[in-house]
């Protein structure tokens, strides 16, 4: 397709909210490849800049009640050994990751009901009365007004990964779970005042190219902030233990159709995407990324939050993940991004008084 097509395909885009015309990017052939990422790449200049944000990342407890047919903390996966850190150990966490001039933190677990929406909330105060450092809260579906608790409390992102657009699949893959009450926690928490990120899988069993392209017209549609996309890995101990992994390329492409439709979205080079090839990170940087993610889990128990298998530097100390960034950065000339990277849509956001917490 030619330069021209490319400018036809992406005035379609901003005129309307076309799901075909997402369709046919998806379609672009292999040979074609290059000059999609090349235009990705441009478009990711022109909208977010050459900085890269970082974000540190803390997986404080892998207990789960939820039964999501591909991933390794799944409540059925009596293999893994649990853990929960102390309070203690997140804030020695965050500590850390202030320390090495983060300017965001990451708190994930996985559907973990232990924490009451008031101890969820205490940290945050905590964190944010100490640190100057924007919190990313990533722990799953929970009712309004705990989302409601937290922003309130000082949480400034939510990430909320919608998973899969195709209902369907969506339904076979999460039992017991909607697809629609998914989306209702997205809207509960843009309405809220968080900034949202959502995101998808990329190879799922049964997830066809039109189910991709729903997935970036519903991001459009939720004009989140953030968009995590990475390639199924299949987990040895779930149920689609034999079903085979994302492909690299189709991973890649998904990214830079997302940067073409979502041109001011915060894009990371996912930790999934990198455990695929030596060099993944590089091209999704090259092609619309433009955060990446450390992790600051404590070591002892790095190796227990095991959504997939094979997870790149999992033994290895922040400090060593962020020397081969940087050479990377560098070597990519895009400066590390020295503030918090927040939302490009800040000002749309409403403000919300900050509350004492109720305890
Ligand atoms: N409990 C939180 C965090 C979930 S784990 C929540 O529900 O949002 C973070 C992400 O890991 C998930 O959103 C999912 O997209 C991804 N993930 C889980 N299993 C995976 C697998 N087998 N392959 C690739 N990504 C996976």
């Known amino acids: 397709m030619s330069q021209f097509n490319i400018v036809q395909e992406k005035n379609k885009l901003n005129d309307v909210m076309d799901y075909d015309a997402i369709v046919d990017l998806f379609n672009w052939s292999d040979e074609q490849l290059p000059e999609l990422f090349a235009k990705a790449d441009v478009i990711r200049q022109e909208n977010v800049g050459e900085e890269v944000h970082l974000r540190a990342i803390i997986e404080f407890s892998n207990y789960c009640v939820s039964h999501c047919l591909y991933c390794g903390l799944r409540c059925e996966n009596r293999k893994l050994v649990r853990y929960r850190l102390s309070t203690g150990q997140i804030y020695q966490a965050v500590q850390k990751a202030v320390d090495l001039k983060f300017k965001t933190i990451i708190l994930q677990s996985g559907e973990d009901p232990n924490y009451r929406a008031t101890d969820i909330a205490r ?20 009712a309004r007004e705990e989302y409601r608790l937290w922003r309130e409390a000082g949480a400034d992102r939510y990430l909320l990964k919608h998973e899969t657009a195709d209902e369907i699949l969506y339904q076979r893959l999460k039992p017991g779970r909607s697809f629609l009450d998914r989306i209702r926690c997205l809207w509960d928490l843009k309405d809220l005042g968080y900034q949202v990120g959502s995101g998808n899988m990329v190879g799922l069993p049964g997830q066809s190219i039109e189910s991709l392209a729903r997935d970036v017209f519903l991001m459009r549609e939720l004009d989140i902030e953030m968009a995590g996309i990475g390639p199924f890995l299949p987990h040895p101990d ?24 979502l041109p001011t979205v915060h894009l990371p080079a996912t930790t999934a995407l990198t455990t695929m090839a030596i060099d993944a990170r590089r091209q999704a940087m090259q ?41 990377l950065f560098n070597d990519l000339r895009r400066p590390i991004s020295g503030d918090y990277g927040h939302g490009l849509k800040k000002a749309n956001r409403p403000s919300i008084e900050k509350k004492e917490v109720m305890i």
């Open 123 to 142: 940290m945050i105060e905590w964190i944010k009365s100490r640190h100057d450092i924007a919190i990313t809260l990533s722990v799953g579906e929970r």
């Open 287 to 327: 092609l619309g990324a433009n955060v990446v993610m450390v992790n600051l889990t404590p070591l002892t128990v790095r190796d227990k939050y095991c959504i997939y298998p094979q997870k790149a530097e999992i033994i290895e100390e922040p400090e060593i993940s962020l020397n081969k960034l940087k050479i």
């Open 238 to 261: 779930t149920p689609l233990a034999n079903d085979p992994a994302g492909s690299l390329p189709l991973t890649l492409k998904t990214l830079a159709i997302t940067r073409l439709c």
